[in-house]
């Protein structure tokens, strides 16, 4: 079985720009979520999709979102990059349902805002 | 809300010897805990999880951790390390929300090395 895939693994990007993130879940899984790591801040959770609906957010400014596609692969999108904004960028996928509560995560996207 | 307080930043220990890595909790709704590990570039690996029934729980690779609801502890254990145990684990409390959503709440990470 596939573990979660993360595209691109790292990420150089100017200030000012946008980027995508993309990430696959594991097969069958339905519920996707992301989660900002950085040095100062640690793990913070951004936002969670199930079935192509965000459930549940973060305290991420406007800049951050996400969408979450008919085979459960989710994409998140950063506008207007800030320098305060590089870090590791990683993905979990689950079903989604109770009880099953456990989360995968995938390698991440180091993304480097210059 | 929830919050994860892991009390050690760092964690140095030789090979063989036993090591805690200490983890606190507040919540004010049942929780679900778990603790991750993450080796250098990359992704968080689950090691261990309470869901629910017995206290302790035990990964394959000789950790254990046990789960103190009076003292609010989930604490990480093994008797003897190696050096292939060096990596940073994270302590995690999951609650449910809406129809099976779930939002993890993770500590700061404590880095564990493990010399010769």
């Known amino acids: 079985k596939a573990g979660v895939t993360q595209t691109p693994r790292y990420l150089i990007k100017t200030r000012g720009q946008q980027v995508t993130l993309s990430c696959s879940p594991i097969?069958?899984?339905?519920?996707v979520s992301w989660y900002q790591q950085t040095p100062g801040q640690g793990l913070q959770f951004l936002f969670e999709y199930f079935s192509e609906t965000q459930r549940n957010k973060g305290n991420f400014p406007g800049r951050f979102s996400g969408r979450q596609f008919s085979n459960s692969r989710s994409e998140m999108n950063v506008s207007t990059l800030e320098l305060g904004d590089s870090a590791l960028y990683l993905c979990?996928?689950?079903?989604?349902?109770?009880?099953?509560?456990?989360?995968?995560f995938g390698q991440g996207t180091r993304l480097t805002v210059v | 809300a929830q919050s994860v307080t892991q009390l050690d930043s760092q964690v140095p220990v030789f090979e063989e010897a036993p090591v805690e890595l200490r983890c606190n909790y507040s919540s004010s709704v049942s929780v679900y805990l778990f603790w991750y590990v993450q080796y250098p570039n990359q992704g968080l690996q689950l090691l261990l999880k309470y869901l629910s029934g017995s206290t302790l729980v035990e990964s394959i690779n000789g950790f254990e951790a046990e789960f103190n609801k009076s003292q609010t502890s989930f604490h990480l254990r093994k008797p003897s390390v190696h050096i292939s145990d060096t990596a940073e684990y994270f302590c995690?409390?999951?609650?449910?929300?809406?129809?099976?959503?779930?939002?993890?709440?993770f500590g700061q990470g404590t880095r564990l090395t493990i010399n010769p």
């Open positions: 097969s069958g899984h339905r519920s």
């Open positions: 995690a409390v999951g609650t449910m929300l809406i129809q099976g959503a779930q939002k993890l709440v």
């Open positions: 979990a996928s689950s079903s989604g349902r109770k009880p099953n509560t456990e989360a995968f």
